[in-house]
């Protein structure tokens, strides 16, 4: 069974940074494009950063400039690299295929507060 497991996340003050970590328990997973999502309380799931199994990333305009996705297939890993994080960034951050298409990890929380 295909299990992702993500970690990083904390409490972080306004434009502190944060590197989440994505470690995926599949063998093809070079052949899979990822992308990162997150979750706020009260609103719908949403992909906020995306990378092609080329490496060819795309990022939702709330964070573009401010997030950096990257994977390492060596390692079955994608990161998400956060900086300048703003209050509006708090959420449970979640990795997946893109579109996602495998079960949902337990995410990590991440909170940007003062």
Same mark, same amino acid.
């Given at each position: 069974?295909?299990?992702? /497991?993500?970690?990083?996340?904390?409490?972080?003050?306004?434009?502190?940074?944060? =590197?989440?970590?994505?470690?995926? #328990?599949?063998?093809?997973?070079?052949?899979? +494009?990822?992308? &990162?999502? %997150?979750?706020?309380?009260?609103?719908? =799931?949403?992909? /906020?950063?995306?990378?092609?199994?080329?490496?060819?990333?795309?990022?939702?305009?709330?964070?573009?400039? =401010?997030?950096?996705?990257? %994977?390492?297939?060596?390692?079955?890993?994608?990161?998400?690299?956060?900086?300048?994080?703003? +209050?509006?960034?708090?959420?449970?951050?979640?990795?997946?295929?893109?579109?996602?298409?495998? #079960? &949902?990890?337990?995410?990590?929380? @991440?909170? @940007?507060? #003062?």
């Amino acid at each position: 069974q295909v299990q992702l /497991v993500e970690s990083g996340g904390g409490l972080v003050q306004p434009g502190g940074s944060l =590197r989440l970590s994505c470690a995926a #328990s599949i063998r093809t997973f070079a052949l899979l +494009p990822m992308g &990162w999502y %997150r979750q706020a309380p009260g609103e719908q =799931r949403e992909l /906020v950063a995306a990378i092609t199994t080329g490496g060819t990333t795309n990022y939702a305009d709330s964070v573009k400039g =401010r997030f950096t996705i990257s %994977r390492d297939n060596a390692k079955n890993t994608v990161y998400l690299q956060l900086n300048s994080l703003k +209050p509006e960034d708090t959420a449970v951050y979640y990795c997946n295929t893109n579109p996602s298409g495998l #079960s &949902w990890g337990q995410g990590t929380q @991440v909170t @940007v507060s #003062s």
